[in-house]
């Protein structure tokens, strides 16, 4: 394994390490799911990478989801190369269209789920501090308190990037289902 292809880049594992020593230290973020979850959230930069494949893979598995970016324009498709990748994992992007946070509406029942403490942060802000919100890399079976952008990084890291949130919302859907 090289770094290109575990954390993206050099700026990857740092930003890696930075949100591990904040995730540790502060430990506001760890995840919980709020009884009588109707439907997960995916929100991520600009909704044509990280979010977009969330939501795929949740639906797959039958998941009520939507996924929103903080900052994109609406009605893009989801990144050519995250298309790729994600047809070689069985999940289609062909149909997904960027959808921004401002047609987000905030709904009894949703969980949140971000990619990184900044994302994080920039929720909380916009819905309040209790807005029902987690960092979707903890739901991994190695958790991480940051997923990585792979928008300029190469195939190898998409492909990562691919395993990370694949085994994080099969993680999240199985501990959804346990709720009483």
Known sequence: MTMQSTFGSKKGLLRYFLHLLRWRFYAVHYPN???ETQRVVFICHGNICRSALAKAVADKLSLNAESYGLYTSKDKPAHPRMQ???ANYGYSLDQHRTQTIDSF???DGDLILVMDLKQYH????LYGKHAP???LG???STPRAYLHDPYSCGEAYFDTCT???EDAVINLNQAIKQQP
């Open 122 to 125: 920039a929720i909380k802000s």
């Open 133 to 135: 919100v987690s960092l």
């Open 163 to 165: 395993q990370l949130i």
């Open 33 to 35: 799911i709020p009884k």
């Open 105 to 107: 509406q905030l709904r």
């Open 138 to 140: 903890l739901w991994a």
């Open 84 to 86: 790729t990748v994600a």
